[in-house]
């Protein structure tokens, strides 16, 4: 069962994705971050890498790509908030992108 973010794991874990771009929405308990790419393809690629490691950890971002844009919003819809499945994911998310 996923349980929310305890305010120490959030504190630790969000203030090193803060740093690497993603941000705190404010009116949700989720996060936000745009990935840019160099073309279309390049960000539909790494959106598929990034598809197959959220389908194995069976949590699916919300997400939108425009060219060479990619925003995503994670929470943990089961929870309405952030979980540690949220902080993993984004954290692939960025490994996938450098």
């Known amino acids: 069962m996923n349980i929310r973010l305890t305010p ?3 504190e630790k874990d969000l203030a090193s994705l803060i740093e690497n771009g993603w941000s705190i929405i ?3 308990d989720a996060i936000f971050k745009q990935f840019k790419f160099k073309s279309f393809v390049e960000a539909f690629s790494w959106m598929t890498a990034a598809a ?7 949590h699916h971002p919300e997400w939108s790509n425009v060219y060479n ?3 995503v919003t994670l929470m943990t819809h089961d929870i309405d908030g952030l979980s540690d499945l949220d902080i993993k994911l984004a954290q692939k998310m960025n490994q ?3």
């Not at 197959?52 to 069976?58: I, S």
């Open 8 to 10: 120490q794991e959030r």
């Open 26 to 28: 404010q009116d949700r």
């Open 52 to 58: 197959l490691c959220a389908e194995k950890m069976n």
């Open 69 to 71: 844009r990619v925003q």
């Open 96 to 98: 996938l992108a450098a």
